[in-house]
Structures are given as structure tokens and as C-alpha cells.
């Protein structure tokens, strides 16, 4: 790879002989921990070669990637924007690795718009800025049937037949499931083009798929660099044993805190521009692979908590230093920036002078190993990790890394990280309240259990202006109906 | 007020009666929390009549900012753009507010870039995007002493210089302790403007000061209606007793899942745009005078977490739904959104029509009340908080009532809501780092503990492109140096 990878993963403020206070990891525990992340990867590679489990090869589809690519190249030159319809997995390593490698004017490519949400006031203004004649839809849903985006694309194909008139389908993609659902008999039927999403894939371990890669190679990123720098995290992890395997290790600490000393709380402070779009696509598949319940019913999962260095110093580390220890903390970086500019040598305040004459990056830095140092001494489990800079080659490594942890550690915790149970029950009660056909029975219930509720709320609403709140409908604290 | 005002706080799904898993608060113990709760707050008004808390008079300083508003409308004469310096609570109210009421382009005023990182990354790119002939600048630390802000205001100072040569202090805006401080001392002797930050109001509670209300008025924002919507909250406090005053019902709610039944994690699903910045506003307000130590040493707090719905639904509802029982949710919305557009009636896929043909605004209502129904099946405790709409008076409103609730929490818990100790470590570790002088030991103290700890870390560089990753320094596990 151009520039070559470098990847640091230090667990040194984890371990019991820097941790006096009963946080750390001894070295049996470590040891067996490691034993266990192994176990585990032997499992999820029997599932790998059962077929059940596709993320791991995805870095080896090179042919089909170089056919996306051309694709793509197609694409760039009848279009001058690129809107991706999408919510959750569909959504979220595109962002990552976009905003990861620059975001805009970082690559030459259409200018990217991920919209992932139905508000409908973040939607209408957001196709009301796009100019629809030059604009191509890339619309993903895997099965076909997630209500956000056939919504969002109901409304984008209004929009493209306005601007293109019979060549609205030109401009449109799907990528969905190989053979079934909504979209794929949408894509076939309407002659509309469109690439697969593996079947053994889900949403959230599919940005080395069509689902990441064709958009982010139309927007102009190196989908070819993305899927070398997995490939060779995937030889990193097949290559070496136990404590000298990053991905191992990792997976032996972050179920220690998972599932031993349970931490409920794992957070990630990044330290650099595009690393935080990095941290949302973490914080779902944190989340969804690793909070459900075990097949004994017991629960098991960590929240995701996100922050942003420095800034995040004056928000959120007056809780992490003095608060409960109940955190496992991950500080990621890159190991080299970009801009080397200095802070003007004069005109300091007393107390600031050694601010000046030196780059802002010396001050960047520091707050890094401050705050990291400061954490240390309050007894706080820390992994430290810094990954070489802000390119494709880093940036699928270091997303490859992180899907292998997670699957890891779900299988130490007796859970399968691929699964997500627990997101139909919104699913079912939305559409109930929708009035779909069929779900009269399950609406009927919901409504009823709402209606029976005991009611507890204080509405204020107030008509005259500068004046005392009027009182409102007040109820509260007495059973029955208010 | 024009419009009025609408505010509804709906704790039915936090009560025993409908939350029968053990979760949910008896009438009793609301009954407890609730006088728990009214005596915090009237500890809270001695400490203000003494003068010590000074936030809940910001609102009735309707003077100060009408002369503000005076001076804002002086700067949108003479600028195009406002560059904001400051970080924390000096950056998160401003954020909060302009984002809450629209962001660009929904007011009349000066483009705003608010900048609260030291990252070189994003700071150095956004001072170059900035047309600084034009652009005012705004420089926020009460102390003064904040290291981030005063790196930023010597590099915004140095472009200044080059882009209006002697005329530079007339860019510039100072808001800081009206007697101490360096950017006291620098604005006085240089004769630049300043506005005060009151002594009594912490950074975290100083939206409705000139921190706030300088830059906002200068956006566009009508502070004058973001205090009257402040003003309508804390009358509606000082005028409500017990269970039919919102600030404390919630404060009553909130101090049981954080010092009785305790919750590790505090969930905010905002469903609406803006919201999400009004979340991080809060995240720090929380995190920050909830999460300390309580004078016997007993660490207290939780861990606030933002998610944005409907988008996080596909993210995070797995683990809220499924994993451990160890979270508070609030739901908040807008009552009345924007717009009103219909998805186009045909053209749906099976499974999919009842999307058609109606409001894009059902979609989005429904998967709230599914969400917030899917979450209360599984026995999680719900707050419900409407606000009317995205206007000044509502934010006003919003922002007051949890900055006293978040300090009647406080209280309750036991702990001072308005201090910050624990982020002083980290400072000086950074300083130290930095070089400061008289720091000398401490950092001798900070970089023989470093060199003293156990390392154990997996580096790995390659250089060898496409080959197998070269094996890098690898240590750990083992005791001494590695």
C-alpha cells in the first residue's frame, strides 16, 4: 500500500500493575482472556466457513470492487451530486469513512448527501437544496422493507421524475438483497440498476460491501485502498498469536470489562478531525452486536458514549474523573496530522506565553496525554490506540480492526454480534400505529395498554404574552385516570 | 409573548403503576422526591439571595440586553461573519440556540462559526474559509486563563492583523470576569471591547449571559425573546407547587434514578432538528454538575448519552431494549413541526403502502410512539418533554428548566452542581507537558510515573505494499520494561 500502515494498539493502562486500585487486568486474567478471545475466533471461523458469516471476506472481492469503481466512474460523469438513502448500517460506514478520509473537497468526486432520517424537517429542505437534474439516488435498505427509506425514496423518485422525466430511473440505484424483497423486485421489474448486499452480511459489518463501497467510490474515495487496508488487518489477525495479536488482545480487554468487571459504560475520546463520524459508526456496532440477552434471558451490553478531544475535556471529564467508576475508556488518535501551523509567538496574556511560537499541535497533543495521564491517576481502565493518518488504507483497517473486537467479544459473552432481535418491537408498534392491514389485534392491544395508563404530565401552555403562566391541564401522582 | 408557549413534562411511564417490573417510582417515594426536591430548591434560593447563584437571574436582565442587542445590531452593520472562540460552556449554549431556532439562514445576522477545538485539522482550515476583512470576532473565557481559547485568539488575532492592520481591535470582542483575568487585563489595556461574564454564573449555566447572547444576537436570534421564554419557566417554578411544578416533578424523577434506584446511563432520543445540539448543551450540563464526588468520597453521576431519532433507532434501540437495565430515558420533540409534505401516494412496494399518500410527518410521529411504546413493554423508565416549536421563547424556556433541574438534582444528590474540580488534573498535567514553568516537579512527578509503567503495547508498521504486515516492536504482558 502507497505510504504503507501503521497502527499502535497499547493496553499498557488496563493492566493490574498500572491499575493499583483493583481495576486492572492481572496477567491470568489476561492469559485466559486471551485463550477465550481465541476459542472465540475459532467459533465465528467455523460460522465464516459454514457461510454464515460474510464480513470477513469482503476485503478480498477486488474484482467486484474494480466493477464498482467503473461504475462509479460512470456515474461521476453524468452526475454532479450523489444523495444515499439509507438509516443505520446503510448509512453509517459511508459517513465514517467519507468524513474519515476529509469529507468534502478531500476528494474529487460527486458531493455526497447521506440522509438518514424521515424528520421531515431535515428531509424536504434537504432535497429542496439538491439540484435533482444532476443528482444520482443510491437507495439501500437490505431487506427491501425498512419503512425510512422506501418513504425517503417514494419522495426522491417524485423528485427525479420532476427533474428527468422518463430518464428518472437513470439516475437511480438500489442495493439491497441478491434475490428477495421490496427493493429487489422494485430494481427488476423497473429495469433499474443495482448491486447486492451479501446475504450473510448485516447492516452494521457492511461498509466493505456495495452498501459503503459504491458510494464512497462515487464520491470519489479509493474503495481499492479501503478494502487493502482490511485485508491486511485480516492477515494481521490471522498472522499472529495471542498477545501479539492487536485484534486479540483487544477482544480479551474489552470483554474483561464487558462481562467480568462489568463496566457499563464504554467510551471513546477521539483526537482529530474525522474520527468522530468514526466513532457513530462504532457506537452502533458496539451497541446493537453486543446489547441483547443471553439464551439464559440475562442482559448483557455496554453504552457506546462518544466524545470529542479537546472539547469534550469541558463537557464531559469532570464526570469521568470524579464520577463512578463505571467506564472503560478508549482514546483513539491519528498518529500523524495534517496541518503544522504555529501560534504567533507574541501578544500572550501572563500564564499563556508557553502557548506561543510553537504549533497548535504541541498543545493538541498534550491535551491528549493530559488527559489521558489525569484518568490514569484516578484509576481508570484506559486503551490507548493511534492509527497512522487519514487515508482509505487506515481508515479499512482500523474499521476491519474494530468488526473483528466486536464479533470477538459478542461470542465471549455467550451472545451472537450479528443478530438484532430487539429492534422489532418499535417496528411492530409503528406500523401498528400506522394502520397496517393486519396488525388491527397488536394495534388494538397497544392502545389499550396506552389508554389504560395511569396518567402523569404537567401541560403548560400559556396565550398571554409577558404574562403568568395560565394553568394548565395539570395531572399527576393519583392513580387513575387524571 | 408572541405565539405563547407550550411545554408538556409526561412522567407517567416512570410510575410504579405502569412500570411493574420494580422500575418504576411509588406514589410514596414521588411523594418523598417531591418534598426531597423542594427543600434542594429552596437551599438553592438562600445561595442565591447570598449571591452565589447567579443563573436564575440572567432571565430579568432585560436591560443588559436590550444594550446587547443594541451592539449585535452595530455588528451586523459592519460584518458579514462572527467567528466564536471558547469552549465548553462558553461554545454549547450559542451552539444550542442558533441550532435550535434553525441555524443558517433562519435569522437575519451574521453568519456564524462557532470554534471549539484546538484540533490544527479543523482550526487552521476553518480560519482560512473565513473571510476575516469581514468577520467579527468573538473570544469567550470567564477565567481568561482557558488554554484552548487563548491559543485560538492568537491566531485569529495574528489574521486579523493581516486583514485589517491597525483596525484589528475593532473586530474584536472580549467576554470575560468584568475585574480579573488576562483577557480582562488585554482587553482593558488595549482598549477592546468586552462584555461581562456575571462571577456567579459557571460556563455550563451562562447561556442567558453575554456568552450566549452576544453571539446569538449577532446571528439574528432574538435574545429578548430567548429571556421572556426563560422568564415565563421561572415564574412557572417560583408559582407551582410540589407535582404541579415541572422543574420539580422532573427534579423529583430524575435525583431517584440517579442516588435510589440508580441508573448508570441517562438517555435524551430527540426527535427533531436542532434538538441534537440542544442535547450536547445538556450533555455537558449534566455530566458535568452531576458527576463529581460527594464530600464523604462517594462517587456520584451519570453518563449522559444523545441519540437521535428516528436515525439511532437503527444504531442504539437494540441495546436500550435487550441489554441491561441500567438507564433513564427522555424523549424529547417538538410539538409542531415545520413541514408539512406528503409522500407520494403510489409506486410503493407490498409491505410498504401505508406510507403513501400522507404526511412524511406521520412516519416520523408514529416511530416516536412506537419507540417510546417498544421501551415502556420492556419495562423502561420513559420522561416524555414536549416543546411548542423551534423559536426563542421555547429554548428559553427548555434551557432554564433543566438548568434548574439539573441543580436541584445536584442538590439533592448531595453534591455542589456548580463546582468542577476534577477537570483541573488534566490541565495541569498538560501544562506541565507543555513546559510551564514552576511546573517542574509536577511534570518530573507525571514523566517518571509514565516511564515507571508497565508497557504493553502491539505497534505495527508496514511498509511493504500489499505484502504481510512487518512485525513491529511488540511487548506485553510482561512485567518491566518490555
Known amino acids: 500500500m502507497a505510504g504503507g500502515i501503521d497502527f499502535l494498539f497499547d493496553f499498557s493502562l488496563v493492566l493490574e500493575g498500572n491499575l493499583r486500585n483493583g481495576e486492572g487486568i492481572t496477567t491470568h486474567v489476561m492469559n485466559q482472556g486471551l485463550r477465550r478471545a481465541e476459542r472465540a475466533a475459532m467459533t465465528l471461523a467455523s460460522r465464516q466457513a459454514a457461510g454464515e458469516i460474510g464480513f470477513p471476506g469482503l476485503p478480498f472481492l477486488e474484482k467486484e470492487a474494480r466493477a464498482l469503481s467503473r461504475y462509479a466512474a460512470g456515474m461521476r460523469k453524468r452526475f454532479t451530486h450523489l444523495l444515499v438513502l439509507g438509516i443505520g448500517g446503510s448509512a453509517l460506514g459511508t459517513k465514517a469513512v467519507y468524513e474519515g478520509v476529509g469529507g468534502e473537497g478531500a476528494r474529487k468526486g460527486l458531493r455526497l448527501t447521506v440522509a438518514d432520517n424521515v424528520d421531515p424537517d431535515a428531509f424536504f429542505p434537504l432535497l429542496r437544496r439538491l439540484p435533482m437534474k444532476t443528482t444520482a439516488v443510491v437507495a439501500i435498505s437490505k431487506s427491501g422493507g425498512t419503512a425510512e427509506t422506501n418513504a425517503q425514496l417514494g419522495l426522491a423518485v417524485e423528485g427525479l421524475r420532476r427533474a428527468a422525466g422518463k430518464r428518472w430511473k437513470e439516475h437511480l440505484v438500489l442495493i439491497t438483497d441478491p434475490a428477495k424483497g421490496a427493493f429487489r423486485r422494485f430494481a427488476d421489474s423497473q429495469g433499474i440498476d443495482s448491486f447486492p448486499v451479501p446475504p450473510n452480511v448485516g447492516g452494521r459489518y457492511s461498509v466493505l460491501s456495495p452498501v459503503g463501497l459504491l458510494p464512497l467510490a462515487a464520491a470519489g474515495v479509493s474503495v481499492e485502498r479501503l478494502l487493502a487496508g482490511a485485508r491486511w488487518m485480516e492477515s494481521t489477525f490471522l498472522g499472529r498469536k495471542g498477545g501479539e495479536n492487536p485484534v486479540l488482545a483487544a477482544a480479551a480487554v474489552y470483554s474483561h470489562y464487558l462481562i467480568e468487571n462489568v463496566k457499563p459504560v464504554h467510551v471513546w475520546l477521539t483526537y482529530g478531525e474525522g474520527l468522530a463520524r468514526v466513532a457513530e459508526w462504532w457506537q452502533q456496532l458496539w451497541a446493537e452486536s453486543l446489547g441483547k440477552r443471553r439464551p439464559t434471558g440475562t442482559p448483557v451490553g455496554q453504552t457506546p458514549a462518544r466524545a470529542v478531544g479537546v472539547t469534550d475535556q469541558h463537557s464531559q471529564v469532570q464526570l469521568y474523573q470524579d464520577g463512578p467508576a463505571d467506564k472503560v475508556f478508549t482514546f483513539v488518535k491519528w498518529m500523524a496530522g495534517r496541518e503544522r501551523g504555529n501560534v504567533p509567538a507574541s501578544g500572550f496574556a501572563p500564564g499563556a506565553e508557553i502557548l506561543g511560537g510553537r504549533p497548535l499541535r504541541d498543545l493538541f497533543d498534550a491535551e491528549f496525554e493530559g488527559t489521558i495521564g489525569a484518568l490514569w491517576k484516578a484509576g481508570r481502565p484506559i486503551v490507548r490506540i493511534e492509527v497512522g493518518k487519514r487515508d482509505e488504507a487506515h481508515l479499512g483497517a482500523f474499521l476491519h480492526f474494530w468488526e473483528w473486537v466486536t464479533a470477538i467479544a459478542g461470542e465471549c459473552a455467550g451472545i451472537d454480534p450479528f443478530d438484532q432481535p430487539g429492534v ?59
Chains 1, 2 share one sequence.
Not at 392491544?445 to 391541564?473: H, Y
Open 424 to 482: 422489532e418491537e418499535g417496528k411492530i408498534i409503528t406500523r401498528a400505529l400506522m394502520g397496517e392491514k393486519g396488525s388491527g389485534k397488536r394495534r388494538e392491544e397497544f392502545l389499550r395498554a396506552r389508554k389504560n395508563r395511569i396518567p402523569a404530565e404537567i401541560r403548560l401552555a400559556d396565550r398571554t404574552p409577558g404574562g403568568p403562566p395560565r394553568r394548565g391541564a395539570v395531572r399527576g401522582l393519583r392513580r387513575g385516570k387524571g
